[in-house]
């Protein structure tokens, strides 16, 4: 059973290990920015929810969410429609992967999402090449905008 729980600096450590682990540092390019967001999590960036993934207590992933109108981010449109809220999700333990976390790491992103009064829909933008991921929106129910090349799913 997999539960989040808040991101905190006790976390650094499993988190670089991630960030530099082949299968998360091809997507997850310049590492060294995630680990300044999650360090400023409590300032700079307080506006994104941080969480550790657990499953039956064992950390094995890192997701959060954020509203896209606090980011610098325009989303090819998305921010300014207002509703917008994206998202980010890993699997760092390796023994995970391909078995359906990510799935579930999405449901419980897009259920939290769904919380916020002014969620209207959630934006991400994968890389083309990372097909896992693609596939992953994909079967969580988003649909690509194939013009802009973000992948979104309405909330409402």
Request: glycine share 6%; hydrophobic share 35%; net charge negative.
């Amino acid at each position: 059973m997999i539960n989040f729980r808040h991101m905190n600096l006790d976390d650094l450590t499993v988190f670089k290990k991630w960030l530099y682990t082949p299968h998360v540092a091809k997507w997850y390019h310049d590492p060294q920015d995630w680990i300044n967001e999650v360090e400023k999590q409590d300032s700079d960036f307080n506006w994104i929810y941080h969480f550790i993934v657990e499953n039956d207590g064992t950390p094995i992933g890192f997701c959060q969410y954020y509203a896209c109108k606090d980011s610098d981010e325009l989303w090819e449109g998305y921010t300014a429609l207002g509703g917008s809220y994206s998202i980010d999700y890993m699997i760092g333990e390796t023994d995970y992967l391909r078995k359906g976390f990510g799935k579930k790491i999405v449901a419980d992103l897009t259920n939290r999402i769904m919380l916020h009064n002014d969620a209207k829909r959630i934006v991400v933008q994968p890389e083309p090449e990372n097909k896992a991921s693609c596939g992953l929106l994909l079967s969580c129910g988003f649909a690509l905008d194939t013009e802009k090349e973000v992948y979104v799913k309405p909330l409402i």
